[in-house]
């Protein structure tokens, strides 16, 4: 989903527009104002790059504390099996007695942690378990998560940080075997930014996941889905969370996000090797997955 050139387009339609004194004085303006007039999409509304980050936060923010019973009632649970299925093609990460780095972007209530975490104890208890750098930009979210992980007694191998995942740093390069994110890349606004973060802050070797919804490739089925997603959800939305639109635009924000193969273009290009996905439920959601080499 590349953003339009804003500065460029800004100083090309003035010179059409007002001639040539006109697109001088655009192409001088300062900075600040050109990357203001960059546009991108906020679900179907076109708005300012620099506005964008707000909003999603907004959004997140508003649902935060319903988001599990919210996708529990979206997907009739469908998200439960997609996130244990991304997390066993995830494991094992730990191995001869050192315990795998990882991070969950967009991960803040910690589902996609507390499994990683969890079934590694499960299923290689004698190896010890990952540490998971749980990493969302909205601190409601990670709220949300760290009182989960307290309860759960997950605390000690998690560590819940605020940060937007276009500007990781707080974490060097080089550092994590594993970076994972669920549903959250195509709320950020430079993907292409997040994913070169991804990629600097992996081992080389490390393994980069993603979960997102995506395209139906039969059109028939898409048009069901169509029709559930834009009349159901968010009246569910505002039944259940008072907040019908938060989920009108996670609802607009999945049509606008690419389509599979798309995504995987822009995954190589970010440098990651081996990259490949897999669609579940018909390609409602995708899994991604490439490699630092």
Not at 142 to 151: C, E, H, I, M, Y
Not at 236 to 244: H, I, P, S
Request: net charge negative.
């Amino acid at each position: 989903r590349a953003a339009p050139r804003g500065a460029r387009a800004l100083t090309t339609q003035a010179s059409i527009r007002d001639g040539p004194s006109a697109a001088a004085a655009a192409a001088s303006q300062p900075a600040s104002a050109a990357q203001s007039a960059e546009k991108t999409h906020f679900g179907f509304r076109e708005v300012d790059k620099n506005e964008k980050e707000q909003l999603v936060g907004r959004v997140f923010s508003n649902v935060a504390e319903q988001y599990d019973v919210m996708n529990d009632l979206m997907s009739g649970t469908l998200h439960r099996q997609w996130k244990d299925s991304f997390v066993n093609a995830l494991l094992p990460l730990s191995a001869n007695g050192h315990a795998a780095k990882c991070i969950d972007l967009a991960g803040g209530t910690g589902d996609i942690a507390f499994r990683i975490v969890e079934r590694s104890r499960a299923l290689f208890p004698s190896e010890p378990a990952p540490f998971v750098n749980v990493v969302d930009i909205n601190q409601s979210m990670l709220d949300v998560g760290q009182g989960r992980a307290g309860r759960n007694g997950l605390a000690p191998d998690l560590r819940f940080v605020q940060q937007n995942a276009e500007h990781l740093d707080k974490f060097e390069d080089n550092t994590f075997d594993a970076y994972t994110i669920a549903f959250g890349i195509r709320n950020v606004t430079n993907i292409d930014l997040a994913l070169s973060e991804a990629y600097r802050v992996l081992k080389p070797g490390g393994r980069f996941m993603c979960l997102e919804f995506s395209h139906l490739a039969n059109p028939v089925l898409q048009s069901l889905y169509d029709q559930y997603s834009f009349n159901v959800i968010p009246v569910m939305g505002q039944l259940v969370a008072n907040d019908r639109e938060s989920y009108q635009y996670l609802v607009e924000s999945i049509r606008k996000f690419p389509r599979q193969r798309e995504f995987e273009r822009m995954i190589r290009e970010a440098g990651f090797s081996h990259v490949s996905h897999e669609d579940m439920t018909f390609g409602i959601v995708a899994m991604h997955t490439g490699f630092k080499l």
